[in-house]
């Protein structure tokens, strides 16, 4: 028989595929780690898992003990299925400006969820700084404890990437790969994967795709953290260099409008049968730049963090879009003509 132990078992061993259009365009193959397939479909399962799996170890939480996170929604989902599946209890932290396909499978999921309004990290209302003095109060109140997961500074998080996606994309390439390029939120994915690969192979480029609103690309490419503009991207954008995200071999940085990456994600899914969110169009657009700067014939390696249906609401409603500039497909606007 081949059954998986728990659901938690499930997590990573995602496929990589080839993005076809990405890379007949091109020349190069662009491929995308699919980490949407993960059981709390994002790539941040991986890192709820090595946070509470190292809280475990360290004795910090304990049976029956309360996990507190805030987030822009994936790593709460993550760090829900964990603590269900563990016993624990999960309380989530979230912006109020995040989907509302991302509040209500916390809600379904088993978390206690608390929205704040979306105020810079400087602001003490600052969802990350609620989740944090939360943890210290339940802490202080539980008598099975509670841990604050600290997702942005526990490297725990990045450590998840460092064992598990990085040697992944290594040996799915045969060690073929010429590029890795992502978007940051904690950079635990960049900075684990960047740290694996080029421990592999000092020759392999790390890229980083950054949106508007966001420092990393000014902080890469000209040494500063000043932030500019806005994104409909969620989960992504960062104003400063977090514990994950220090030391990141970072070659080569680029920023991506939402005219550029939104349009990506339409193309993925009518192009590839592909349905990922926001952060993915991203990253393949990101992807595609490294590519043009690398020249054809190199191997590219990017991630696809979610599903698009996580955005149903808004990336894939034609009025919201249009509320942001952004180009309504054609086939999102209209209904099929088929009679019955
Ligand atoms: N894409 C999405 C949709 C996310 O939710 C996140 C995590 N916030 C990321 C990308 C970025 O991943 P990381 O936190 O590892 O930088």
Redesign the pocket.
Known sequence: MQVAPSVLDTIGNTPLIRLNRASELTGCEILGKAEFLNPGQ???DR?ALWIVRQAERDGSLRPGGTIVEG?????GIGITLVAMARGYRSVIVMPDTQSEE?KQALRLGGADLIEVPAVPYKNPNNYVRVSERLARHLAAKDPNGAIWAN??DNTA??EA?IETTGPEIWEQTDGRIDGFI???????????NAIYLKGQNPAIKIGVADPPGSAIYNWYAHGNLKAEGSSV????G?GRITA??EGAPVDLAYEIPDSESIPLIFDLLREEGLSV????G??VAGAIRMARDLGPGHTIVT?L??YGT?YASKLFNPEFLRSKDLLVPDWLDRRPDIEI
Request: aromatic share 2%.
């Open positions: 994002s790539v941040k890192a987030t822009a929604g994936n790593t991302k997702q942005f998080n990045r990437h992502c978007s940051v939120g904690t950079g635990g994915t960049l900075a684990g991207t969620e989960g992504i960062q994950n995200l969110g926001g952060s993915t991203v990253n991630i963090c979610d996580r």
